[in-house]
């Protein structure tokens, strides 16, 4: 195998970067009294200096628990704020953190690299909704064991696209009731044929039920996350234009994969095919979320988020490229991404002073994997699971517990 970083390794003494590692070495080698080293520390970091420092976050790395206790820890880390404290904004924005050791999911390393001045406030009397896969879901369990009214709509993987949740909030929004009454049944009776009379009016029915309790849930919370997670939806040529098929409506929750081919090979006997949306189709379809919501809930915030869950398959897909599903998740999750900040800073949506940003995915997707944790099944060995320690550290990111009876946040969060 070959060392790639020899070179680096060799020359460790001189490069910045290996800061944290000297110095344990140094205190190890010289065995260097508690209050020296402390004492020795502070001196290092104070009087640092140079362009690769201004890449530091000054965040203590975990290794340092192996050697001092939690008094002499609670030293060292005030040594650091001080340093912190005496960053340049643009520092925290526009560098990326450049020391690995420093990487982690304490809030205090969350704070140093995010702009945590634009969370949103939240408060023990909200209500709120969450949208999306599981990883909304988990989110709302989170607030609720925190004592914070939350309900869920979860959808199955395949089902939460941009896509796929503006055409279900098209008709929990809309006032027409003719698109109730006859268009959904309309729509059920064409892409659920196989079904007996008796099932269909079953499935009208629990749709319907559906889409009036969400518009219920929406028009009565203070809060909302939607959380984006893929692109791929299916489409119908109609008239020379392509229009996308509602697949809460076409598709069940289920995430069996015999089930999933059998729905995809029903709805393509309707014309349709699968494919992922493009990139400006993904910005109409969050346009049209954002327009849906604001129908029904003008003053409510509004959390967008992108979820970290791949995707669960992509069998049936029309895929010219002959792309694997890893691949197919890597770009429909980079689409969501840049189509989101897009519309998020869209001349006519900039305006909304009560939208936000969560970034769920960066922290899962760039900030988990420095650290060396297993990112994915740690509990239940499932590779579409995000481990415990991570989900509770994005949870916290937004939620910060203090004493007062009703404010829990008065963070502001915007990207």
């Known amino acids: 195998m070959i060392n790639f970083y020899k070179d680096k390794q060799n020359n460790r003494k001189i490069l910045p970067r290996f800061f944290y590692r000297n110095f344990i070495d140094h205190i190890k080698e010289n065995n260097l009294s508690k209050d020296k080293a402390i004492e020795l520390f502070e001196d290092l970091v104070l009087s640092s200096k140079g362009s690769d420092y201004l890449k530091f976050t000054w965040n203590l790395p975990k290794i340092f628990n192996k050697y001092f206790n939690k008094e002499e820890i609670v030293k060292l880390e ?13 520092a925290k924005k526009h560098i990326y953190p450049h020391v ?36 909304a879901r988990n989110f709302s369990n989170f607030l ?9 709509l979860g959808f199955a993987e395949d089902l939460n696209t941009p896509g796929s949740n503006a055409s279900f909030l098209d008709f929990v929004s809309t006032e027409n009731r003719e698109l109730l009454t006859e268009e959904l049944p309309s729509l059920i009776n064409h892409y659920w044929s196989s079904l007996n009379q008796k099932e269909i009016d079953i499935l009208i029915k629990t749709k319907t039920n559906e889409i009036l309790a969400v518009k219920e849930l929406i028009e009565s919370c203070t809060k909302i996350i939607i959380t984006l997670g893929n692109t791929i939806d299916f489409y119908k040529s109609i008239d020379g234009n392509d229009e996308i098929i509602p697949k809460f409506i076409s598709l069940d929750h289920s995430e069996d994969i015999d089930t999933r081919i059998n729905a995809a090979a ?30 029904l809930a003008p003053k409510a915030t509004l959390i967008f988020t992108v979820s970290p869950v791949p995707i669960d398959s992509v069998l049936g897909i029309t895929d010219l490229l002959n792309l694997n599903a890893i691949e197919i998740d890597c770009i429909s999750k980079s689409t969501i991404r840049t189509a989101l900040y897009e519309v998020m800073n869209s001349a006519e949506i900039i305006k909304d002073d009560n939208l936000f940003y969560l970034p769920s995915y960066e922290i899962v997707k760039w900030v988990a994997p420095v650290i060396g944790l297993p990112i994915f099944g740690n ?11 991570i989900l509770n550290s994005v949870c916290e990111f937004i939620y910060n517990d203090i004493s007062d009876d009703s404010i829990i946040s008065k963070q502001k969060y915007r990207l």
Do not use: Q
């Not at 304490?106 to 408060?123: A, C, W």
């Not at 609720?144 to 869920?152: L, M, Q, V």
């Open 266 to 295: 029903r709805i393509k006997k309707t014309g349709a095919y699968m494919r992922m949306s493009t990139f400006s189709e993904t910005k109409s379809h969050i346009k049209n979320i954002h327009k849906f919501v604001r129908k």
């Open 144 to 152: 609720n064991e925190k004592g914070i009214k939350s309900k869920n």
């Open 100 to 135: 690995s050791d420093e990487f982690s999911l304490d809030g205090k390393f969350l704070e140093s690299v995010f702009d945590t001045s634009k969370l949103p406030e939240i408060l023990k009397k909200d209500i709120f909704f969450t949208m999306g896969s599981c990883f």
């Open 78 to 90: 005030s040594i650091l704020k001080k340093k912190r404290d005496k960053r340049l904004g643009k």
């Open 379 to 389: 509990e239940d060995a499932a590779s579409r699971h995000v481990s415990n320690d």
